[in-house]
């Protein structure tokens, strides 16, 4: 910056000797001679003075050559006079002009400009510049891509870009980007996209188009997520209702509404006239995921981000009715914001208030214990846990365990090996296979360390077995165990289920897993250059134990009932034995 200002100064004296040349020209033409004279001094202060105050490279006998970090470039630089700046870009770190009289380097960075001159063997000057350009625009964009107007919104031009850098850093992640979405069905997609991208738009407005694009990849783990910051602040006013999602059919229940206006458990017919099979069509696109069931157990957890980006009103009319068959009934209902929300709200039932990521309870007069496992998180703490779980069960003399993985969204598979240990009777594995695509983007995106571009394929179990998991023999729980699942048990918690049941460590009961036999994961987070939306995306594709390429599915349950029926089906066969 600071060479570029000193040129403007040299440029702006220049002119303006110039000027006074012109005008003696103008009034005396028999001064010629002296102005020839000046001029010829204008240019020459004008060349000296520029190479005074910029690096120089004086021409020898042999050719400019070029390094870059350290590598010699084809070709030769002819230095060009007539060309102010005579531009050479590039994308590396350090920029070396040499010949075998005198060299200069220069050390690049982002949106670096480097101003130097060569004095040509004729005496000219050439003012040359060495200009930093991405060597891949979508991965490194320029500064003024990045630059975002006054009012925050991102311009057409950027928004196409993020779809573009969205796009490309999918491809260069997944593993099969089409495994579910054909190739020419996507692509369309995306250009409908950018066809209609309006001229200005919030980051919420490119998530409303640009997320359906990430769905359409169907893979659960790989999503856009949902900037919630951009619109739940402290202020803003939402629908006061919090609602479940049937995962059997598209339909709506109450959860929660503000001073208990609407009662727990009535089911929502529609809200401003849209019914409730209308507002879950229309949420689907936004709903990662390999089937339909568990892309509807995530849209009750989406709920009310969607509702606001969709379909916020100054007032809500809402229709409902407490039981199938009954009377429809109305209440209208007015935003408001959170905090006045959680105050209004009625409290949940003290059995569903979660502290921590796994629990138990003992129902002595049952001879049950209950486990409630919500998430795959510190295998370190669960091995403590557990270790202490088995050992109070083993004194209170339990002989039943139902462990509760309904809602467990997953988490560390970690975490399931350690519980696994203490309840299976034989030696175990979650995973059968893997495949992992590495490129260059996700070795950008990753710390892990060791890895090489290429694609890496791993056996969970080994020719000889070794690679199974031995139980804890001398810890082992003796006492039946019991598995609850719903279409919401995804990722870790799925495969946790998956190797219960193929290993026969006791019952399941309750929905198929939304998490499949054969499945994308171990995701990575991206997040788009100019709007920073957040991307997570699979890199690695797994096979659980014993799961058939041809036969993808989650866990069955030994006894299907729905989610909500199967604690009650639990203490039913365990009464019955």
């Keep these: 910056m600071q060479n570029s200002v000193r040129n403007c100064c040299h440029t702006d004296f220049l002119i303006d000797l110039l000027s006074v040349i012109f005008n003696i020209l103008m009034k005396n033409l028999k001064k010629t001679l002296l102005v020839c004279g000046l001029l010829s001094v204008a240019v020459g202060v004008f060349a000296q003075d520029e190479a005074k105050t910029l690096p120089v490279l004086r021409e020898g006998k042999e050719d400019i050559h070029i390094w870059v970090d350290g590598r010699l470039q084809p070709g030769a630089w002819l230095a060009d006079p007539r060309t102010r700046p005579d531009v050479y870009p590039t994308s590396g770190r350090r920029v070396k002009f040499a010949n075998e009289r005198d060299s200069v380097v220069f050390d690049v960075e982002k949106d670096g400009a480097y101003d130097f001159v060569v004095l040509t063997a004729e005496g000219d000057s050439a003012f040359t510049r060495v200009q930093w350009e991405s060597a891949n625009p979508l991965e490194e964009p320029s500064a003024e891509m990045l630059r975002r107007g006054a009012d925050g919104k991102l311009s057409k031009a950027q928004a196409r870009f993020d779809v573009d850098a969205l796009v490309y850093t999918l491809g260069e992640i997944h593993p099969d980007l089409f495994s579910a979405c054909r190739q020419e069905d996507f692509f369309r997609a995306v250009n409908k996209v950018k066809d209609e991208m309006p001229d200005?738009?919030?980051?919420?407005?490119?998530?409303?188009?640009?997320?359906?694009?990430?769905?359409?990849?169907?893979?659960?783990?790989?999503?856009?997520?949902?900037?919630?910051?951009?619109?739940?602040?402290?202020?803003?006013?939402?629908?006061?209702?919090?609602?479940?999602?049937?995962?059997?059919?598209?339909?709506?229940?109450?959860?929660?509404?503000?001073?208990?206006?609407?009662?727990?458990?009535?089911?929502?017919?529609?809200?401003?006239?849209?019914?409730?099979?209308?507002?879950?069509?229309?949420?689907?696109?936004?709903?990662?995921?390999?089937?339909?069931?568990?892309?509807?157990?995530?849209?009750?957890?989406?709920?009310?981000?969607?509702?606001?980006?969709?379909?916020?009103?100054?007032?809500?009319?809402?229709?409902?009715?407490?039981?199938?068959?009954?009377?429809?009934?109305?209440?209208?209902?007015?935003?408001?914001?959170?905090?006045?929300?959680?105050?209004?709200?009625?409290?949940?039932?003290?059995?569903?208030?979660?502290?921590?990521?796994?629990?138990?309870?003992?129902?002595?007069?049952?001879?049950?214990?209950?486990?409630?496992?919500?998430?795959?998180?510190?295998?370190?703490?669960?091995?403590?846990?557990?270790?202490?779980?088995?050992s109070v069960l083993g004194k209170e003399h339990i002989g039943n365990l139902i462990i509760d993985i309904r809602g467990n969204g997953g988490g560390n598979s970690a975490v399931g090996d350690v519980l696994l240990r203490y309840i299976s009777?034989?030696?175990?594995?979650?995973?059968?296979?893997?495949?992992?695509?590495?490129?260059?983007?996700?070795?950008?995106?990753?710390?892990?360390?060791?890895?090489?571009?290429?694609?890496?394929?791993?056996?969970?179990?080994?020719?000889?077995?070794?690679?199974?998991?031995?139980?804890?023999?001398?810890?082992?729980?003796?006492?039946?165990?019991?598995?609850?699942?719903?279409?919401?048990?995804?990722?870790?918690?799925?495969?946790?289920?998956?190797?219960?049941?193929?290993?026969?460590?006791?019952?399941?009961?309750?929905?198929?897993?939304?998490?499949?036999?054969?499945?994308?994961?171990?995701?990575?987070?991206?997040?788009?250059?100019?709007?920073?939306?957040?991307?997570?995306?699979?890199?690695?594709?797994?096979?659980?134990?014993?799961?058939?390429?041809?036969?993808?599915?989650?866990?069955?349950?030994?006894?299907?009932v729905p989610q909500e029926k199967a604690l009650g089906k639990a203490f039913e066969l365990i009464a019955d034995e």
């Design 425 to 560: 009777h034989k030696p175990f594995r979650q995973m059968g296979k893997g495949l992992a695509r590495i490129t260059p983007t996700t070795l950008r995106l990753t710390d892990y360390p060791g890895l090489k571009p290429g694609w890496t394929f791993f056996d969970g179990e080994g020719e000889d077995g070794s690679g199974l998991i031995l139980p804890l023999a001398e810890k082992r729980y003796k006492g039946k165990v019991y598995l609850l699942t719903s279409h919401m048990t995804f990722s870790s918690a799925s495969s946790f289920a998956w190797a219960f049941k193929h290993f026969g460590m006791g019952t399941v009961i309750g929905e198929e897993t939304g998490g499949m036999s054969v499945s994308f994961g171990d995701v990575l987070l991206y997040r788009l250059p100019v709007s920073r939306l957040a991307c997570t995306i699979s890199w690695k594709r797994f096979w659980l134990y014993g799961a058939d390429e041809n036969d993808i599915h989650g866990t069955l349950p030994d006894y299907a």
């Design 200 to 390: 200005s738009v919030t980051a919420l407005e490119l998530f409303r188009r640009a997320a359906p694009l990430v769905t359409l990849v169907g893979d659960g783990h790989t999503m856009l997520r949902f900037p919630y910051n951009d619109i739940f602040t402290e202020t803003y006013l939402r629908l006061p209702l919090f609602v479940k999602v049937s995962t059997s059919e598209p339909r709506i229940f109450v959860d929660r509404c503000i001073d208990g206006l609407i009662p727990a458990g009535a089911e929502v017919l529609s809200i401003n006239g849209r019914s409730a099979a209308e507002m879950l069509e229309a949420m689907m696109p936004y709903a990662s995921g390999e089937r339909e069931f568990f892309r509807l157990s995530r849209l009750g957890y989406d709920f009310a981000a969607l509702f606001e980006m969709l379909y916020a009103a100054g007032k809500y009319d809402v229709a409902y009715r407490l039981e199938e068959g009954t009377d429809t009934l109305r209440s209208t209902l007015r935003p408001a914001a959170f905090a006045e929300m959680k105050a209004r709200m009625p409290d949940k039932k003290k059995e569903e208030r979660k502290a921590s990521d796994y629990s138990f309870r003992i129902l002595k007069d049952k001879d049950v214990a209950v486990m409630d496992f919500r998430s795959f998180n510190n295998p370190r703490r669960m091995a403590a846990f557990a270790d202490s779980m088995f």
